[in-house]
């Protein structure tokens, strides 16, 4: 008898599984499932996997010392991080804006002047048009005294712009109606005595001329050039009920370009350039052309070049390994927007940019599954061993799902990557390993809805949605209502919630309901069914997906609620039966990678027998 660990480290969880080995035969004894401690394949993974042993072994109701052996997978870590497709930071010269959206301006329209304090509109003349900055020390019946004289001395007030949440007040205190921006937190920073244009939408609209680079050209008088310029400004300002557009002196803000730069992708035969601001899917296209991917990198002094070198400098932190032996072996692209701070901005202001996300799987010289190896042997005495392709072992783990049999292809999406692995009937296999999976549709959600919280990301990737309409009742995202006999806490009323085991989380975001659950689905199928379809492209015995009859679903993103449908719709199209495997009849569509490495332990010693005489 034998007491084997099979131990799974993926970029999220690790998972183990002890089987004791008789005869020929496998009883599993216990499972286990614990967060992996720093990057995947790094040694920092060692805390993670001395805790998930403990824990199985604790289950199995023996000691980590009474294992005979411990085998681990062979994987490569996959990093993500997003490249911009046209600037790092947005460019503005010669103005200044205010598009913060006040919940509740005052007045109504559009207002172009010279900026003044309050304090200075007595020493204004008669028709000048002014547009008053109303610091937070005065009052609104003060300030609206103040300008209503102003408005009889013949001044020409056209806007006002108040640091306190003053706008309705002064608004109903005027004598005519202009627009009012208030709430303006660092109304000390608005230039004096510069031209400015105010423009306030009625409730339930949204501003037309400053969310139009055309409109602000025409208030200013801008040249073709300096059109050019303020397009980042129009865009920031778009959907928002009030704005200010302030020109500031010539070199006042400073504009600074970073491009976007270009990609060489390098094939054991040949390399190709590709510019990253063509997009996501061009550069799937020369990622395709070019596999299998020897190295990836990008132009210096570009956003992509800066990306692709963090990637390496931070894995060979982490191994201890020079930067050159540090390969990028695969690459997943996808489109996507992502908000940039607008230079000039006075209220925090974004401006959405076309993005392209990039994950990355970095190789390097020597494995660092066998550095973590060599480590768990000292600490633990007990011999520890690298066992094999993680897809490969997937598949000997998945062919232990009930009504499963060879030939079948296994889809193991995690956090980081998505691995397939096809098996024939003669039980010949072929595998994939490639870049991309939960991790990165996390950080879509996370830049798409600009939440800047990845676990809030995280648990809008994995749970339901719903609107909280009432006290006592909310409206499901796929449009039923459920009713609560007990009031639900004031917080959550009006408020878009992620629907938790634990209870409801609200979502701190304006976007809606539908467009939350828009821009999640979104998210899913640009990784997920991108990443199955050329995935099982590869691995197809004819490279075409319509030869494969059945594909199993396995690992953590097999769990989601909504990913198995997207992936089982889509494979039904191409008529492919899947669905989501459960390991040993009984763990789900995890622990098929550990469950692998026992079982391939028996071929490993040349011991008769397999998955089908496993024993439960």
Same mark, same amino acid.
């Given at each position: 008898?034998?007491?084997?660990?099979?131990?799974?480290? %993926?970029?999220? /969880?690790?998972?183990?599984?002890?089987?004791? @080995?008789?005869?020929?035969?496998?009883?599993?004894?216990?499972?286990?499932?614990?967060?992996?401690?720093? @990057? =995947?394949?790094?040694?920092?993974?060692?805390?993670? @996997?001395?805790?998930?042993?403990?824990?199985?072994?604790?289950?199995?109701?023996?000691?980590?010392?009474?294992?005979?052996?411990?085998?681990?997978?062979?994987?490569?870590?996959?990093?993500?991080?997003?490249?911009?497709?046209?600037?790092?930071?947005?460019?503005?010269?010669?103005?200044?804006?205010?598009?913060?959206?006040?919940? /509740?301006?005052?007045?109504?329209?559009?207002?172009?002047?010279?900026?003044?304090?309050?304090?200075?509109?007595?020493?204004? +003349?008669?028709?000048?048009?002014?547009?008053?900055?109303?610091?937070?020390?005065?009052?609104?019946?003060?300030?609206?005294?103040?300008?209503?004289?102003?408005?009889?001395?013949?001044?020409?007030?056209?806007? &006002?712009?108040? +640091?306190?949440?003053?706008?309705?007040?002064?608004?109903?205190?005027?004598?005519?109606? @202009?627009?009012?921006?208030?709430?303006?937190?660092?109304?000390?920073?608005?230039?004096?005595?510069?031209?400015?244009?105010?423009?306030?939408?009625?409730?339930?609209?949204?501003?037309?001329?400053?969310?139009?680079?055309?409109?602000?050209? $025409?208030?200013?008088?801008?040249?073709?050039?300096?059109?050019?310029?303020?397009?980042? #400004?129009?865009?920031?300002?778009?959907?928002?009920?009030? *704005?200010?557009?302030?020109?500031?002196?010539?070199?006042?803000?400073?504009?600074?370009?970073?491009?976007?730069?270009?990609?060489?992708?390098?094939?054991?035969?040949?390399?190709?350039?590709?510019?990253?601001?063509?997009?996501?899917?061009?550069?799937?296209?020369?990622?395709?052309?070019?596999?299998?991917?020897?190295?990836?990198?990008?132009?210096?002094?570009?956003?992509?070049?800066?990306?692709?070198?963090?990637?390496?400098?931070?894995? %060979?932190?982490?191994?201890?390994?020079?930067?050159?032996?540090?390969?990028?072996?695969?690459?997943?692209?996808?489109?996507?927007?992502?908000?940039?701070?607008?230079?000039?901005?006075?209220?925090?202001?974004?401006?959405?940019?076309?993005?392209?996300?990039?994950?990355?799987?970095?190789?390097?010289?020597?494995?660092?599954?066998?550095?973590?190896?060599?480590?768990?042997?000292?600490?633990?005495?007990?011999?520890?061993?690298?066992?094999? &392709?993680?897809?490969?072992?997937?598949?000997?783990?998945?062919?232990?799902?009930?009504?499963?049999? =060879?030939?079948? #292809?296994?889809?193991?999406?995690?956090?980081?990557?998505?691995?397939?692995?096809?098996?024939?009937?003669?039980?010949?296999?072929?595998?994939?390993?490639?870049?991309?999976?939960?991790?990165?549709?996390?950080?879509?959600?996370?830049?798409?809805? +600009?939440?800047?919280?990845?676990?809030?990301?995280?648990?809008?990737?994995?749970?339901?949605?719903?609107?909280?309409?009432?006290?006592?009742?909310?409206?499901?995202?796929?449009?039923?209502?459920?009713?609560?006999?007990?009031?639900?806490? *004031?917080?959550?009323?009006?408020?878009?919630?992620?629907?938790?085991?634990?209870?409801?989380?609200?979502?701190?975001?304006?976007?809606?309901?539908?467009?939350?659950?828009?821009?999640?689905?979104?998210?899913?199928?640009?990784?997920?069914?991108?990443?199955?379809?050329?995935?099982?492209? !590869?691995?197809?015995? $004819?490279?075409?997906?319509?030869?494969?009859?059945? #594909?199993?679903?396995?690992?953590?993103?097999?769990?989601?609620?909504?990913?198995?449908?997207?992936?089982? =719709?889509?494979?039904?199209?191409?008529?492919?039966?899947?669905?989501?495997?459960?390991?040993?009849?009984?763990? %789900?569509?995890?622990?098929?990678?550990?469950?692998?490495?026992?079982?391939?332990?028996?071929?490993?010693?040349? #011991?008769?027998?397999? *998955?089908?005489? !496993?024993?439960?």
């Amino acid at each position: 008898m034998i007491l084997v660990a099979g131990v799974d480290v %993926g970029n999220k /969880t690790t998972e183990v599984t002890i089987g004791e @080995i008789n005869n020929g035969r496998v009883r599993f004894l216990a499972s286990a499932l614990v967060a992996t401690t720093g @990057i =995947k394949g790094t040694t920092y993974n060692v805390a993670g @996997i001395r805790k998930g042993l403990e824990l199985a072994a604790h289950k199995a109701g023996i000691q980590v010392s009474d294992l005979e052996l411990v085998r681990l997978n062979e994987a490569a870590p996959v990093i993500g991080d997003v490249a911009m497709e046209t600037i790092t930071e947005t460019i503005i010269t010669e103005s200044t804006m205010i598009g913060h959206n006040p919940a /509740t301006p005052g007045g109504l329209g559009l207002g172009v002047g010279m900026t003044f304090l309050i304090s200075d509109l007595p020493v204004c +003349q008669a028709g000048e048009k002014v547009i008053v900055i109303v610091p937070g020390v005065v009052d609104f019946v003060n300030a609206a005294n103040s300008i209503n004289q102003a408005i009889t001395k013949g001044v020409d007030v056209q806007a &006002v712009i108040a +640091q306190r949440d003053d706008g309705v007040l002064i608004a109903n205190r005027l004598e005519k109606v @202009i627009p009012i921006v208030d709430e303006v937190r660092f109304i000390e920073k608005i230039p004096i005595k510069m031209q400015a244009a105010v423009e306030v939408a009625s409730q339930g609209q949204t501003i037309k001329t400053l969310s139009n680079p055309y409109g602000i050209a $025409t208030i200013f008088n801008l040249n073709p050039e300096e059109t050019k310029l303020v397009v980042p #400004v129009a865009k920031a300002l778009m959907g928002n009920r009030s *704005a200010v557009v302030i020109r500031t002196p010539q070199g006042d803000v400073q504009a600074r370009r970073i491009p976007a730069g270009k990609l060489t992708i390098i094939g054991a035969k040949y390399r190709q350039e590709i510019d990253v601001g063509m997009g996501a899917k061009e550069i799937m296209q020369v990622v395709g052309q070019i596999s299998p991917i020897e190295d990836v990198t990008g132009e210096p002094g570009t956003n992509v070049g800066g990306m692709l070198e963090r990637v390496k400098q931070v894995m %060979g932190e982490l191994t201890g390994q020079d930067t050159g032996g540090i390969k990028i072996k695969d690459l997943l692209a996808v489109d996507t927007m992502v908000s940039q701070r607008v230079q000039g901005g006075l209220a925090e202001e974004l401006a959405f940019e076309n993005a392209v996300a990039l994950a990355a799987m970095v190789k390097t010289s020597q494995l660092p599954m066998r550095q973590i190896a060599h480590l768990l042997k000292e600490e633990l005495g007990i011999p520890v061993e690298v066992a094999g &392709v993680e897809a490969e072992m997937a598949v000997l783990g998945a062919l232990t799902t009930p009504g499963t049999q =060879k030939p079948l #292809v296994i889809l193991d999406m995690g956090a980081g990557s998505t691995d397939a692995a096809f098996i024939g009937k003669e039980g010949e296999v072929r595998s994939i390993h490639l870049a991309g999976a939960g991790d990165m549709v996390t950080m879509l959600i996370n830049s798409e809805l +600009q939440l800047n919280d990845l676990p809030l990301a995280e648990d809008i990737k994995c749970y339901p949605l719903a609107k909280v309409e009432s006290l006592f009742h909310i409206r499901l995202e796929d449009g039923s209502v459920k009713f609560f006999s007990t009031p639900l806490p *004031a917080k959550l009323f009006a408020r878009v919630v992620v629907l938790k085991e634990e209870g409801m989380l609200p979502i701190p975001t304006r976007h809606s309901l539908e467009e939350i659950h828009l821009v999640r689905q979104e998210a899913k199928q640009k990784v997920f069914i991108t990443n199955s379809l050329r995935a099982l492209e !590869l691995v197809s015995p $004819t490279k075409n997906i319509r030869s494969i009859d059945f #594909v199993v679903l396995v690992g953590g993103s097999a769990l989601d609620f909504e990913i198995p449908t997207l992936i089982s =719709k889509k494979l039904a199209e191409l008529g492919v039966v899947c669905g989501a495997g459960n390991i040993r009849g009984t763990e %789900g569509p995890r622990n098929a990678v550990a469950t692998g490495l026992v079982l391939s332990y028996l071929k490993h010693v040349n #011991v008769a027998g397999g *998955a089908g005489n !496993l024993g439960h």
